[in-house]
C-alpha cells in the first residue's frame, strides 16, 4: 500500500492503495465516482476509457502508480450540467440504450474532438472502433460525433 | 389473499377505528384491482403505478427493467397518455419487486403487450377521480368537464384546475371501476417521438446499474468456479489469498470458492491466488464434436411432431422437385456489457437485494428460500441493466451474492470478470435442422418438412412441463409459419447437453428462422423465381404478413439495381411469441473474403407504435446483436471447458462494421405487440441470402464464414 496523491476531475485526491491496483478500481472502489465501467479487464471493450492528459487510456490496464501527477478527466467531469458539447449531442442524438459502455464512448469522442475538432468519417471510425457496444448504437454514436463537429468542438 | 374492500369502505373503518381525521395522514387504500396502495401525505395516489403531488409532479412507477430497450419511457407514456398528463412533470420511479405489479418480468418482449390495458386503466382510472374532484369544487356536471395536459377544464366557461390542486379532492373518491379510454385518434403522448428518460442520467455517469451500488459496509466477492459444467469443488488452499491486501474472507459456497475483501479488485486478486481442487465430473470430455456428433446422432432419432397439415410423406413423394438441406447454429454468450453482479445484505430478519435483474420477483422468492424469511421481508431493488438479453432471468448470482454476505455478514456484492460471464454462461443452445421440400411442376411449394435437434432450455429447467419429448419454446419461429403450405410437418428432437441454456434475445427463433428463411431462398432458387416473388406467392391470404413483406421490398428497392459489388437478401421473421412480424433486406458485399453489410431494411407490423424512435432503435439493437452473432458469435467447447474468455476471442460487431438500419412500421389501431427481440431473427438469414447472391454459394452454418 502507499499513499498517492491524483489529480482527477480539476481535484486533488489522495488513496491509500497499491501502486500496480487499476486506476479503474481506485476511481470505483476507493473514490467512489463509478461513473467509469469495468467491462473486460483486459483493455478489450473501452468501457473504461478515461483522459490522462487529453488522451485517451483504458483505466482498466493502466496502473495507479504509472500516472501521478497526470491530470485524470472522467464521465463525472464534464460538465456538473450535462452541458458539455459531446454529453448535448448524446442527448440530441438519443445515442444510450442500456448506457453500461456510454460513459467510456462518451470519453473516446471527446478525447477525438479535442485533438481533431473536424474528424472525418474514417478518422470518427478509427477512434471509436474499439469502444464496444451491445446494444447497437454505432451508428447513433457516430452522428453525434459529427453533431458536436457541425456544432462548434468542444472548447 | 387480499381482502376486497374497496376505498371508501376502507377509510370509513380506519376513521372508525383511529377515531380521528385520516385523510392526510398515511391510510392504506384499495386501488381498481383490489391491490393494497399505500397512500401518502399530500399526494393522490390512486393505484399503485403513480401518484400526484400538490405541486402536480406525477410519479410513474415502471414495474419492468430498463436494459436499454426503453421501458422507462414507452411504459410512463402508456399512463400519461390515459391520464391526459404533463409530460414535462412526469417523473419515473422502479417499483420494487412486489406481486402488486403481475408479472415484472422482463422478457418475451412483453413489456408493453402485456401492461397496454393495465396501464391505460390505471391512468384513465385516475383521469375520472380527478375530474369528478374538479366538477365537485366547481358543483358542475362531469360532463360539462374535459381534461388537458395535466389540468381539468370546465367546458362551458374555460376555468381550469391543475391536477396538483385537486390532490385532497381526489384523494376522497373512490377508483372508477370501468374507466373510458381513449380513442387511439386523440392520442397525444403514444406515437409521438419522445425522448428517452433516462438518456440524462446516461451521459453523465450517474445512472445507477448493478455493479454501481453503494452501500455503507459493503464488501465485494469474486467466485472460484469449476470450469467444467456439473464440476465440484474437493478442497482448497486459501493461504495466499487470505494474503493479499483487502482480502477479509473466505468462503465455501454453492457455485465455489468466494473470496470476499474490502475492493473489487482485491477480491479478484484473491480469487486469482487461490488453489482449487476440483472434481470436474462427467462432463470434463465434452467438446464441440462430441456434441455435434450426438446432434447428428440424434436427428435420426424419432421426433416430436409439432405442427402438421395434409400428408407430407405422399406430397413429398409425388413432388417434381425435391430439395433438402441442413443448418447448424452455434452456442452463444450474451456477453452483456456490464458484467454479472448483485449485491446483497442479508440480516437477522430481513435481507435487501440490489440487482440487475430480468426477474425481480424471482429473485425475491429465491432469496425469501435462501434465507428462510418470509417474501415481505425481502426487498428487492432493481437498479439499471448494463444489457440484459435474457441473461438476467437466470438466479445464479444471486444466490452467490445472497451466500457470501450470509457468510460475511455484512452486505456484499459478488462481481463477475469478463471471463467468469464469457466461461458460466445459460448459453444460446446449439442446434441442428434437417429441412426438405417439394415443389410442383409450376414451381409451388407443396410439401415441407423442418426437424429441429436442438437442447431444451424448458427441459433443463422445469423438465416436468415436457409432454411427449416436445418443447413447445424449441420449435417459436418454425410453427404457426406466414406460408401457406398444404403438405407440412415442424419436428423437434430433444438433445440434452451439460451445457446450461438459456433465453438469448429472441430464443428460438434466433436460430430457426435462420434454417427456416435460408432454406425458403434455397426452395426459390430451385423454384426459378425471386426469394421475395416466391415468398409473397406463399402469403396471398395473410394480409399482415403480406403488408409487411411488401413494406420490405418497397423500401429497400428490391429489384431495382445496386451499385457494382452490392447484393441484396431478403428474410422473414414470423410473429412468434412476440407476435410481431418483421421483414429485413440486408445489403452487403464481400471484401477481402469477409462479409460487409451495408444497409439494412426493417420493416414490422407491431400495432400502435408508443415511441416511433423507441422502436427504431429496438430495431437497430436487433439488427446489431443479431449481426455479432450471424458474422462473429461462436462458444465452442474442449475437454469440458469453453474456449472463449474475453472479447478477443468472443468478438461483437465494432462501429465501423454497423449498417445502416431503416425501419418502417405498418399503420396499425390494433394493440401493441412485442419490439425487443423480433429485430434480430431475420437478419441472419437476409444476410447469408445476400451471400449466395454474391458468391453463388449457400450458407448452412452460424456464423457465416466464407471459405
Known amino acids: 500500500m502507499a499513499i498517492l496523491t491524483l489529480s482527477i476531475n480539476g481535484t486533488r485526491r489522495t488513496v491509500d492503495v497499491s501502486p500496480d491496483t487499476p486506476l479503474l478500481w481506485v476511481l470505483r472502489d476507493a473514490l467512489g465516482l463509478t461513473g467509469t465501467k469495468f467491462g473486460c479487464g483486459q483493455g478489450l471493450c473501452g468501457s ?73 468519417d474514417a478518422e470518427i471510425d478509427d477512434a471509436m472502433n474499439g469502444i464496444l457496444c451491445r446494444c447497437g448504437t454505432y451508428r447513433r454514436i457516430k452522428k453525434a460525433v459529427r453533431r458536436v463537429a457541425e456544432e462548434g468542438g468542444v472548447r | 389473499m387480499k381482502t376486497q374492500l374497496n376505498r371508501r369502505e376502507f377509510i370509513r373503518v380506519s376513521a372508525g377505528v383511529g377515531g380521528g381525521l385520516v385523510l392526510g395522514v398515511m391510510i392504506p387504500a384499495f386501488d381498481a384491482y383490489g391491490e393494497l396502495v399505500e397512500q401518502k401525505e399530500n399526494e393522490f395516489v390512486p393505484n399503485v403505478w403513480l401518484r400526484i403531488a400538490r405541486d402536480g409532479t406525477v410519479t410513474i412507477l415502471v414495474a419492468r427493467s430498463e436494459m436499454g430497450q426503453g421501458v422507462r419511457t414507452a411504459l410512463p407514456m402508456i399512463v400519461a397518455e390515459e391520464l391526459d398528463a404533463d409530460w414535462s412533470k412526469v417523473r419515473i420511479e422502479q417499483a420494487v419487486a412486489s406481486a402488486d405489479y403481475g408479472s415484472m418480468g422482463t422478457g418475451g418482449s412483453t413489456s408493453v403487450r402485456t401492461s397496454w390495458d393495465r396501464l391505460r386503466k390505471a391512468g384513465a382510472s385516475a383521469r375520472m377521480m380527478l375530474l369528478q ?11 360539462e368537464c374535459r381534461t388537458e395536459a ?156 409439432a405442427e402438421k397439415a395434409g400428408d407430407v410423406t405422399s406430397a413429398m413423394a409425388s413432388a417434381a422437385t425435391k430439395v433438402s438441406a441442413s443448418f447448424d447454429a452455434p452456442f452463444l454468450a450474451h456477453a452483456t456489457m456490464e458484467p454479472m453482479n448483485t449485491t446483497a445484505w442479508v440480516q437477522k430478519d430481513r435481507c435487501e437485494i440490489w440487482a440487475p435483474t430480468q426477474d425481480p420477483q424471482g429473485y425475491r422468492r429465491e432469496a425469501a428460500r435462501l434465507c428462510a424469511l418470509p417474501e415481505e421481508k425481502v426487498i ?155 415468398r409473397r406467392a406463399l402469403m396471398l391470404n395473410r394480409p399482415r404478413m403480406l403488408r409487411v413483406l411488401e413494406l420490405a421490398a418497397e423500401k429497400s428497392g428490391w429489384g431495382k439495381p445496386l451499385p457494382a459489388g452490392r447484393y441484396r437478401g431478403i428474410a422473414f421473421s414470423p410473429p412468434s411469441f412476440f407476435r410481431t412480424p418483421v421483414a429485413q433486406v440486408a445489403e452487403i458485399s464481400i471484401d477481402n473474403r469477409s462479409v460487409r453489410v451495408h444497409r439494412v431494411v426493417c420493416a414490422i407490423d407491431c400495432g400502435i407504435v408508443i415511441n416511433p424512435d423507441g422502436l427504431a432503435v429496438q430495431m437497430e439493437g436487433g439488427v446489431v446483436y443479431g449481426l455479432s452473432a450471424a458474422l462473429k458469435g461462436e462458444i465452442t467447447l474442449k475437454r469440458g471447458r469453453v474456449e472463449q474468455g474475453n472479447f478477443d476471442d468472443y468478438p461483437i460487431l465494432t462501429l465501423e462494421e454497423t449498417p445502416v438500419v431503416e425501419t418502417y412500421s405498418v399503420q396499425s389501431n390494433e394493440a401493441p405487440t412485442g419490439t425487443g427481440e423480433p429485430g434480430l431473427p431475420a437478419i441472419a438469414p437476409a444476410v447469408a441470402n445476400a451471400v449466395f447472391q454474391a458468391t453463388g454459394k449457400r450458407i448452412r452454418r452460424l456464423p457465416i464464414r466464407l471459405g
Not at chain 1, 56 to 79: F, K, M, N, Q
Not at chain 2, 196 to 208: F, I, L, Q
Open chain 1, 48 to 120: 473504461c476509457t478515461v483522459l490522462i492528459n487529453d488522451k485517451p487510456v483504458r483505466s482498466c490496464v493502466t496502473t495507479v502508480g504509472s500516472i501521478a501527477g497526470a491530470d485524470i478527466l472522467t464521465i463525472e467531469g464534464l460538465s456538473p450540467t450535462r452541458s458539455h458539447p459531446v454529453q448535448k449531442a448524446w442527448i440530441a442524438e438519443e445515442v444510450p440504450q442500456c448506457g453500461y459502455c456510454q460513459p467510456g464512448q462518451i470519453m473516446a469522442a471527446v478525447a477525438l474532438l479535442k485533438e481533431k475538432p473536424h474528424p472525418s
Open chain 2, 133 to 143: 374532484a374538479a366538477a365537485g369544487v366547481w358543483g358542475v356536471k362531469e360532463t
Open chain 2, 150 to 305: 395535466g389540468a381539468v377544464i370546465h367546458k362551458p366557461t374555460g376555468r381550469s384546475l391543475p391536477y396538483g390542486d385537486l390532490v385532497d379532492a381526489a384523494s376522497k373518491l373512490k377508483a372508477p371501476e370501468n374507466p373510458p379510454l381513449k380513442d387511439p385518434k386523440d392520442f397525444r403522448i403514444i406515437g409521438r417521438k419522445t425522448p428517452r428518460t433516462d438518456t440524462p442520467e446516461k451521459v453523465d455517469g450517474s445512472a445507477v446499474f448493478g455493479i454501481d451500488v453503494k452501500v455503507p459496509g459493503l464488501l465485494h466477492a469474486a467466485v472460484a468456479r469449476c470450469p467444467v459444467f456439473g464440476g465440484k469443488v474437493v478442497r482448497y488452499d486459501d493461504m495466499k489469498a487470505k494474503g493479499i491486501d483487502g482480502v477479509k474472507r473466505v468462503a465455501q459456497i454453492d457455485s465455489g470458492v468466494a473470496v470476499i475483501a474490502n475492493s473489487t479488485w482485491s477480491a479478484f486478486q484473491g480469487r486469482d491466488a487461490l488453489a482449487v481442487t476440483f472434481d470436474e465430473g462427467s462432463a470434463a470430455s465434452l467438446s464441440s464434436e462430441t456434441i455435434a456428433t450426438m446432434l447428428g446422432e440424434y436427428a435420426t432419432k424419432k421426433a416430436a411432431v
Open chain 2, 380 to 534: 428487492v431493488h432493481t437498479t439499471y441493466l448494463g444489457g440484459g438479453f435474457g441473461r438476467r432471468w437466470e438466479t445464479d448470482v444471486l444466490v452467490e451474492a445472497v451466500q457470501c454476505s450470509k457468510a460475511a455478514g455484512v452486505p456484499v456484492r459478488v462481481t463477475w470478470t469478463r471471463e467468469d460471464d464469457m466461461r458460466h454462461d445459460f448459453y444460446r443452445p446449439v442446434s441442428h435442422h434437417l429441412l426438405s421440400g417439394g415443389l410442383s411442376a409450376e414451381g409451388k411449394l407443396v410439401a415441407f418438412t423442418h426437424r429441429i435437434v436442438a437442447p431444451s432450455i424448458t427441459g433443463q429447467s422445469s423438465p416436468e412441463r415436457i409432454k411427449d419429448g416436445l418443447d413447445k419454446g424449441a420449435v417459436e419461429g418454425t410453427v404457426n409459419l406466414p406460408y401457406d403450405i398444404p403438405n407440412m410437418q415442424i419436428e423437434y428432437v430433444m438433445a440434452n447437453t451439460p451445457v446450461p441454456i438459456g433465453s438469448w434475445r429472441s430464443v428460438y427463433p434466433s436460430q430457426n428462422v435462420f434454417a427456416l428463411e435460408c432454406f425458403i431462398d434455397e426452395l426459390a432458387g430451385a423454384a426459378g423465381k425471386d426469394p421475395f416473388e416466391f
